[in-house]
Every structure is written in structure tokens, then in C-alpha cells.
């Protein structure tokens, strides 16, 4: 053996035994906030509570709303813009408690139903979701100008101008809803099942996931919520300033119930989604534990959220008089209640738009 070898590979291992040594013993500690955090998954006892929430919210939004719809729809008097605005909520609310089944069966067995369904599924509940707030801020609008501005509103054919109203807020929530033809089924993460979602390409998923959440909470929330409260504000102190003019124009209570459930229970969703965003794009810095509370707040206000399809003809009917009295009327002259004298309230003749509307 060369002894020249030998010296080297005795000097090659001295080397390797203190590089090993150093790697093996440095005092480099791991960052638990670069560590990727483990996928949550929900209890199956809470998927099964969230299912059966669906289920009841089904059973009352369906028959309730189909009430409301018979009820405005079948008035024999040319509907008022309000009624009008509330037919057509209701019609979107009724769009919205027919995705309740597909989701209903999703959060237990996992999306079962392919690709077509989970786009045709998507884009219902986002019609119905941009077209709902589209209606109520124009029915705060027009109880602006017929209450503030009652001159300006004579002066134009309010008829007409409801009827175009109505066919644009359909076009434009069906424009809205359009990124739902980007959602598809594709295999959870964090288990077995199939879920209903949109698929972001990781190279411009921020972007994206940016774009169709700010135009969601604008147009969605925010916009439509700065007109109607400033609507409101001015329309309630012209009332309050006439005398009794707040007492006799009761279609205000039920109007501004309908605004304030779709507040709440739409405006914990958007807040738990801002949050979410904001973890996203690093604004706001979180951990695993604030992760896992984002996400958990986000599905427990989205199924507070889909409430709000079932809300409304409840409201109808405990808050509404003239709802309930012409609900009776329609029940008498179908034969399933006896028939009754009419109230005098009920023959008195309406000089006020306001006081005609059906609730």
C-alpha cells in the first residue's frame, strides 16, 4: 500500500468525522410557525348535525317561500315595486333552498353527484345569494323615494322601472354567479370524500382566490350595505318627524326585519372570509391555531348563512298583519278555513302605497 494513500484517507476521515459532528450537533431549532399545519377535519357527530340543519332548513324554506310567492303573486291589484322586490326575493330564497339537499348529502358522504351538478349547484346558490341582497337594496331604495322624495317618484312610471329592475338584478347576479362553472369535484385532502369546490392553479391561486373574493364582499355585501343604511337612516326620521306617520306605515317593520336577518345572518360569513383572505395573502401573520378557528368559523357562518333562505316568511308571518290577513283570505276562499267577517282593517280602503303593500 502506497503510504501517501494511507495519510490521505487517515486525514479524509478526520475531516468527514468533524463534519458529521457538526451537522449532527448544531443547535438549529425548528420554527413551529414554518411548519405546515395538519388538516382539520370536523367530528362526524358535527357533519351530522350540519346535515340535519340543512334538512330542517329545507322543509321550511321550501313550503314558507311558496307561500310568500302564492300570496304576493296572486294578488289580483297591480304589484307595488316592494312586492315586487319581495316576490323576487323570494324566488331567489327558493333557489337557495333547493342547493340545501346536494349539501346536506356532501358533508356526510362527500360530493356524489359529478362535475355538472357541483357547477349547477354552485352557480344556483351564488345567483341566489347576489340576487338577494341586489332586491333588498332596491326595495330600500324605493321606499326612499317613495317616502323622501314622493314628488320625484309620481313623476316616473315606477311600474316599468320595477319590471326593468328586477330583469337587470337577475342578469347581473347571473353574471356574478358565473365563476361557479370553475368548480368540480376532486378528492379532500384531509379524507376519503369527493368535495364541490373551485380548484385554483397553484401558480396564480392567490391572485384568483384575491379577484373573486373582493368583488363577493363588495358587490355582495359592502356596496349594497352602504346604500341601504343611509336609505333607511333618512327614511325612518322623515316617518318619525310625521305625526303617527311611523304607526301608520307598518310595511316598514317587516322591510327593515328582512334587512337586518340578512345582516345577520350573512355578515358573520363575510367576516370569517375576510379573515381567511387576509391569512392567505399574509397580511394579518397566524398559526395552526388560528388556521384551524378561521376554518371552523367559516363553515359554522356559512350554515348560518344558508339559514337566511327560510328567514323571510317568517318574518312575513309574525311581524307582517296585512301578510297574515291576506294569507287568511286566500285560505277561506280555497275552502281551507271557515269563513269569517272581514276585519274592518281589512275593508278600510288604502290611501297610501306604503300602507297597500302586502305586508
Not at 331 to 355: D, F, N, P, Q, Y
Amino acid at each position: 500500500m502506497n503510504p501517501n494513500e494511507s495519510s490521505f484517507v487517515d486525514d479524509f476521515s478526520t475531516v468527514y468525522e468533524e463534519l458529521n459532528f457538526t451537522y449532527n450537533y448544531t443547535e438549529f431549532t425548528l420554527n413551529p410557525a414554518t411548519e405546515p399545519c395538519d388538516n382539520f377535519r370536523f367530528p362526524d357527530v358535527v357533519m351530522l348535525i350540519a346535515c340535519l340543519f340543512y334538512i330542517f332548513v329545507f322543509l321550511l324554506a321550501i313550503p314558507g317561500n311558496l307561500v310568500v310567492g302564492l300570496v304576493i303573486g296572486l294578488s289580483k291589484q297591480a304589484l307595488i315595486p316592494s312586492d315586487l322586490y319581495l316576490l323576487h326575493l323570494a324566488v331567489a330564497d327558493l333557489l337557495l333552498a333547493f342547493t340545501l339537499p346536494f349539501w346536506a348529502t356532501s358533508v356526510t358522504s362527500g360530493w356524489v353527484f359529478g362535475d355538472l351538478m357541483c357547477k349547477i349547484v354552485t352557480i344556483l346558490q351564488e345567483l341566489s345569494f347576489y340576487s338577494s341582497i341586489l332586491f333588498l337594496t332596491c326595495i330600500s331604495m324605493d321606499r326612499y323615494m317613495v317616502i323622501v322624495r314622493a314628488m320625484e317618484a309620481r313623476r316616473t312610471n315606477r311600474q316599468v322601472c320595477s319590471w326593468v329592475i328586477c330583469i337587470l338584478v337577475w342578469v347581473i347576479g347571473g353574471l356574478l354567479s358565473l365563476p361557479g362553472f370553475f368548480s368540480s369535484a376532486f378528492p379532500s385532502q384531509n379524507s376519503t370524500h369527493m368535495v364541490c369546490a373551485v380548484q385554483y392553479n397553484p401558480s396564480s391561486a392567490d391572485e384568483w382566490r384575491l379577484a373573486t373574493r373582493v368583488l363577493r364582499h363588495a358587490l355582495g355585501f359592502v356596496i349594497p350595505l352602504a346604500v341601504m343604511l343611509p336609505c333607511y337612516g333618512v327614511t325612518i326620521q322623515r316617518l318619525l318627524r310625521v305625526r303617527g306617520g311611523f304607526q301608520r306605515q307598518r310595511a316598514m317593520r317587516v322591510i327593515i326585519c328582512v334587512v337586518a336577518a340578512f345582516l345577520l345572518c350573512w355578515t358573520p360569513y363575510h367576516l370569517a372570509v375576510m379573515a381567511d383572505t387576509f391569512f392567505r395573502l399574509k397580511i394579518v401573520e397566524y398559526g395552526c391555531r388560528e388556521r384551524t378557528a378561521v376554518d371552523q368559523a367559516m363553515f359554522a357562518t356559512q350554515s348560518l348563512g344558508l339559514l337566511h333562505s327560510c328567514v323571510n316568511p317568517v318574518l312575513y308571518a309574525f311581524v307582517g298583519e296585512k301578510f297574515r290577513k291576506k294569507l287568511l283570505q286566500k285560505m277561506r276562499k280555497m275552502g281551507l278555513l271557515e269563513r269569517a267577517s272581514v276585519s274592518r282593517a281589512s275593508r278600510s280602503s288604502i290611501s297610501s302605497e306604503i300602507t297597500s303593500t302586502v305586508m
